[in-house]
């Protein structure tokens, strides 16, 4: 599959081809397997989003939508745990993944394995905001507790702005 990527050039495409592509991949049956749709994935779209000087346009938008709608673990394990753990992730990657998020197209279990990802990673304002984008989704009792847990030794200067986001999703 990554030479298949490599050789089509996949990575160069347009946004408005890269569109086109995805919802092709949508009616494709049977389904790509989890290591297919990963490598797709990573190849369509982290250095896309990575190199993103400023907003993504609505085309990257859609096509990343709607590849998640039928692949989500693979965008989570090939995309958005890469970009998460990446230091040179800025402003714009950090909207795109918010509006992701927002846009309920990761499944809830998806949103758990991100939420994990966060937490592990050193926080900085970029994470601070997909993290605050993830509690607006209502994350459940037992997961609040989770966080909260997790959030206790944490000695950022988030922590604050953290706990009072989480007691007002909680109440």
């Known amino acids: 599959m990554e030479l298949l990527c490599s050789e089509l050039q996949l990575p160069q495409l347009p946004d408005g081809g890269l569109l086109q592509l995805c919802s092709h991949l949508m009616g494709l049956t049977p389904a790509l397997s989890l290591s297919n749709a990963s490598v797709l994935a990573r190849?369509?779209?982290?250095?896309?989003?990575?190199s993103l000087p400023s907003s993504a346009s609505r085309l990257l938008r859609v096509a990343l939508v709607s590849f998640c709608v039928k692949y989500t673990y693979a965008i989570c394990r090939a995309v958005l745990c890469p970009l998460l753990q990446d230091p040179r992730v800025g402003?714009?990657?950090?909207?795109?993944l918010c509006s992701l998020i927002k846009d309920e197209s990761l499944e809830s279990d998806m949103q758990v394995q991100i939420?994990?990802?966060?937490?592990?990673?050193?926080?900085?304002?970029e994470t601070f905001l997909v993290l605050q984008t993830l509690l607006e989704r209502q994350i459940t009792e037992q997961q609040s507790l989770d966080l909260a847990v997790a959030l206790e030794p944490n000695a950022t200067f988030l922590k604050k702005a953290l706990q009072a986001a989480l007691r007002h999703v909680t109440h």
Request: charged share 30%.
């Open 43 to 50: 190849s369509l779209f982290l250095d896309r989003i990575r």
């Open 91 to 96: 402003p714009a990657q950090t909207e795109l």
């Open 115 to 125: 939420l994990g990802q966060v937490l592990e990673l050193a926080w900085r304002e």
